[in-house]
DNA sequence: TTTCCTGCAAAATGTTTGCAAGGCA
DNA sequence: TGCCTTGCAAACATTTTGCAGGAAA
């Protein structure tokens, strides 16, 4: 772990601990695996780096995003990729259809889609945006 | 069936029969279930208002998708919603959280999405844009 | 020492595959 | 007739639930 990755779990940590969730071994490996990962994991990875049941990774998922300190990517295949986020932020991806390696992206659409949204009545908006593609190692290896 | 959805199925059956695809009467009535529905089903839903074998609802969504008169929508729990479209069209939703139904938006940002993947050396391009929310209906059951 | 978290086993959900029978062209 | 499509059974992948033991506050 970096120094920055270091600032950064004790900073989720504290959320959590705001939250009143208690601070575990389990937890803190989960979100050290997604810091050091640098990219979006999907539950069996996070299994596998924070060598835990994978029960306990779902779980930990659910609580870490109602805390708002993760967000769900989801695949075109219906799979799901995770990532750490700030709280009241979220991101958008640009998503390889072959390696399912995902980076993200600079752009938001939030504000139009929640005036559109209010506009139709309803509320607790979010929103996914996910573009997919094939990157350019993928392409070359296809060829 | 009204006299444009009969149109719309005539059109779709078509395009299947260019592809080289065989028209059957299953086939026609995954169709007619989702243009009678007029609003995105899911695998479960087609399999009964088609009266067919779940298997074959996957088959033929995936035949169908793969014709371009059928795209697929990600619900934010991995599920998925089937809708018929023009080939070289597709749309975004607006998705209710708690009924799942789901209504068109007459928003789409596919060309800024292109040009962001291209620059990022992607190619195969394609994007998931859905809204999620509570329609004022379950706003208020919930209420 | 109370309450939350974890692991195990098992179940539920959604989707895919193998194979033989059936139906369109 | 020949090949595509279908249904059944079974496999598969992913996620959820029940319960007893374990650990954080």
Redesign the interface.
Known sequence: MTATQTRDLEAILTRLKERKMRVTKKRERVIAALLTAEKPLNAEELRERGDLDLVTVYRNIEAFEKAGVLQ?I?L?N???LFELTAPDEHYHH?V??ECHQA?R?D?C?GE??RK??EA?????????????????EC?EDEA
Chains 1, 2 share one sequence.
């Open positions: 769900r989801p075109e219906g799979a799901q640009l390889c259809r980076e992206l752009v659409v139009e889609m559109v949204a139709n009545g309803y509320s607790h908006i979010a929103h996914v945006l996910e573009v997919y593609g094939l990157c350019s392409l």
